[in-house]
């Protein structure tokens, strides 16, 4: 069992990540889930059938963090109390360039960042929101082994350096920021014990591991 986080009733919480499985056994949560976004429990189960929690699900997930942007601009935003935002790795494996601070558009991936931040705050001061880091990478492209510590993209980029801008970003706007990279123990050395057999997303021990992770920075920041 994961770590437990008290919920008032009728609390919501927002993923908006690709892959994603927050194991969080929060009675009374609304969860709305950003297309791709797996919400379940360790046991398979979904969150609703286990803690009454309703589970609501946005448009399809792209890729593209500004049509996020714009689904998460138009949502029902006024309830939740909590968006959990993870960028990163698509950014590093689509050639994203990382920009600099000022950036407004989707172009780059700071830009991203404050495009999703500004709007989101300017409309939903109320929100607490948590960046979250993408955790270390066994490969770039299936069967390769390059793994991200020592081996850029080809724009010349490392993972870290979209790990830091986040970083930076979550300095920028006094948002507090989750390091999955530097921080989750999933390395070289446990990748058989965290990572599935495509040597990139999580099987259920890393899953339960990060959604751990998630669930003690929630709670000791918020």
Known sequence: ???????????????????????????????????????????GKSVKSVVGAIALRDSVFADDNTAAVT????????TV????????????????????????????????INLSLDKLLTKHPNLKILLVTPIWRARQVSGDSLESDNNPNSLGLYLRD????IKDMGKKYHIPVLDL??????????????LSADELHPNTV??????????????STY
């Open 1 to 43: 069992m994961v770590q437990q986080i008290n919920a008032v009733v009728g609390q919501r919480g927002r993923l908006t990540a690709k892959e994603v499985v927050l194991s969080l056994p929060l009675s009374g949560l609304v969860l709305v889930n950003d297309g791709d976004v797996v919400v379940r429990t360790t046991d």
């Open 71 to 78: 689904r998460l601009q138009s949502s029902d935003l006024g």
């Open 81 to 112: 109390d909590y968006v959990t935002i993870f960028y990163g790795t698509n950014d590093f494996q689509g050639l994203i360039p990382i920009g600099t601070d000022t950036d407004a558009t989707g172009d780059t991936f700071k830009g991203a």
């Open 162 to 165: 979209y790990v830091e801008a």
């Open 181 to 194: 990279y530097k921080t989750s123990g999933i390395s070289k050395y446990t990748k058989n014990l965290y």
């Open 206 to 219: 890393g899953y339960t591991h990060l959604a751990n992770l998630i669930a003690a920075k929630l709670s």
